[in-house]
Nanobody, 128 residues
Framework: VQLVESGGGSVQAGGSLRLTCQVF????????MAWFRQAPGKEREGVAL???????SYADSVKGRFTISQDNAKYTLYLQMNTLKPSDTAMYYC???????????????????????WGQGTQVTVSS
């Protein structure tokens, strides 16, 4: 399994970006996938989850601004990011559940330890 992110860049606050995660060797839409981000000196944090039935969950910090989606036919995961803030600056990674389970198992758990497949990341920089 290989994940390849793209779509990052530098934008001003209030702008938008759409991140793309191309998946090779696995069928999108059959297990939990997610977007994470990691700023310098900080731990990797969950941003958004999407389950095999396309139900979603978001971190409070991005709720209402970010939208995660998946296109099974294109083997692609997306993250639409609107109304970007300087605090959104980070390296963004897509992840696939290490055991190919669904995201929801009584609760939405955004712990990165549940994900065993990662891309190389794409940098998002938001200036004020």
């Amino acid at each position: 399994v290989q994940l390849v992110e793209s779509g990052g860049g530098s934008v001003q606050a209030g702008g938008s970006l759409r991140l793309t995660c191309q998946v090779f060797g696995y069928t999108v839409g059959t297990a939990c996938m997610a977007w994470f981000r990691q700023a310098p000196g900080k731990e990797r944090e969950g941003v958004a989850l999407i389950d095999s039935d396309s139900t979603t969950s978001y971190a409070d910090s991005v709720k209402g601004r970010f939208t995660i989606s998946q296109d099974n036919a294109k083997y692609t995961l997306y993250l639409q990011m609107n109304t970007l803030k300087p605090s959104d600056t980070a390296m963004y990674y897509c992840g696939l559940h290490r055991r190919f389970y669904d995201c929801y198992s009584g609760s939405w758990d955004m712990s990165p330890v549940r994900f065993g497949y990662w891309g190389q990341g794409t940098q998002v920089t938001v200036s004020s």
